[in-house]
């Protein structure tokens, strides 16, 4: 009787981890491009792209916080399409 509950934990908890190894993943995506985004210059040459990604990002943290896996990585890609938006008016990525 045991045998299945054990298994079907085992089951539940990889399903578990890998999905948060997604959304930590997507964070790590969303801040890295952020990063670039600045050092490209993006605060004074694309404002509005930068601090909506900017603050995506805090958003996305947040979510994470609360443990919230879908709102986490929905703010993550908007953070990401921001930071690469405000990169590439920078110059600082492919256009």
């Known amino acids: 009787m045991k ?7 085992a ?22 491009s952020l ?3 600045k050092a ?3 605060e004074s040459k694309a404002p509005y792209e930068y601090y909506t990604a900017e603050a995506y990002l805090k958003k996305a943290d947040i979510q994470a916080a609360k443990g919230d896996l879908k709102a986490t990585k929905a ?6 399409e921001y930071s690469t938006q ?3 008016m920078s110059g600082g990525g492919a256009k």
């Open 11 to 32: 089951v539940v908890l990889s399903l578990g981890m890998a999905a948060g190894c997604a959304t930590t993943t997507a964070l790590q995506n969303a801040r890295a």
């Open 35 to 37: 990063n670039k985004a």
């Open 86 to 88: 405000a990169m590439q």
């Open 40 to 42: 490209a210059g993006a």
């Open 75 to 80: 703010y993550s890609k908007d953070s990401l």
């Open 3 to 9: 045998r299945p509950w054990v298994v079907l934990s």
